[in-house]
């Protein structure tokens, strides 16, 4: 695991939640950026990812309702996640591209009551 995330809890549906994620170490020049998220059950799904020239990427599911941004001379990422569902519920795994490889963070959790 070479990337930390961090912003997951339990929130109302409605609410708003923000991830964040950050190299733990030195990772090489990153061209994309990308949240991912797996419910039990599921197989793990692209939410959204952002490329080094800024273009952004949304799974129809969240598209109007989450915003990724990314800063790759700090390899750091963020989604900020609105209008959040009960279906929105699951891990999420901030995800770092480089030209050859692709690091992973730990997962935080994200729980939406009804």
């Known amino acids: 695991v070479q990337l930390q995330a961090s912003g997951g809890g339990l929130v109302q549906a409605g609410g708003s939640l923000r991830l964040s994620c950050a190299p733990k170490?030195?990772?090489?020049?990153?061209?994309?950026l990308a949240w991912y998220r797996q419910a039990p059950g599921n197989q793990r799904e692209l939410v959204a990812r952002i490329n080094a020239t800024g273009r952004t990427d949304y799974a129809d599911s969240v598209k109007g309702r989450f915003t990724i941004s990314g800063d790759f001379s700090e390899k750091t990422a963020s989604l900020q996640m609105n209008g959040l569902k009960p279906e929105d519920t699951a891990v999420y795994y901030c995800?770092?591209?480089?030209?050859?490889?692709?690091?992973w963070g730990q997962g935080t959790q994200v729980t939406v009551s009804s």
């Open positions: 995800n770092a591209g480089t030209t050859f490889q692709s690091y």
């Open positions: 170490r030195s990772i090489g020049l990153v061209m994309r």
